[in-house]
């Protein structure tokens, strides 16, 4: 059975760093796309961010130039150094990986068809 369970998140203030990790496990091979989407409280899921298994990655541009992706293939797991948070990145942040890339008007993101979810992580950062 595969299991995404993601990890770092937490309370911080404004202008500071967090690290997510999401941990792969049951699935042995390499997931197409792996990703960040978040949602905050009445808000709609928004992505994050999403790599390929050769590193070629998008970055929302909400977060583009403080947030960067990364992936370790050997150990599938998935990273997402957040830098400079800012309030509005207040979300539960959540990991996918799956088959497929899915379109939307910024680029390709992880397509929601075929792909496993994680139960999510909180992040909070105040003013």
């Known amino acids: 059975q595969v299991q995404l369970v993601e990890s770092g998140g937490g309370s911080v203030q404004s202008g500071g760093s967090l690290r997510l990790s999401c941990a792969v496990s049951?699935?042995?091979?390499?997931?197409?796309?792996m990703g960040w989407f978040r949602q905050a409280p009445g808000k709609e899921r928004e992505r994050v961010a999403a790599?390929?298994?050769?590193?070629?990655?998008i970055i929302a541009r909400s977060v583009k130039d403080r947030f960067i992706v990364s992936r370790d293939n050997t150990n599938n797991a998935l990273y997402l150094q957040m830098n400079s948070l800012k309030p509005e990145d207040t979300a539960i942040y959540y990991c996918?990986?799956?088959?497929?890339?899915?379109?939307?008007?910024?680029?390709?993101?992880?397509?929601?068809?075929?792909?496993?979810w994680g139960p999510g992580t909180q992040v909070t950062v105040s003013s």
């Open positions: 996918a990986a799956g088959p497929t890339w899915q379109y939307y008007s910024d680029g390709f993101y992880c397509g929601a068809n075929g792909a496993y």
């Open positions: 049951g699935y042995t091979g390499s997931f197409n796309c």
């Open positions: 790599i390929d298994g050769v590193g070629k990655s």
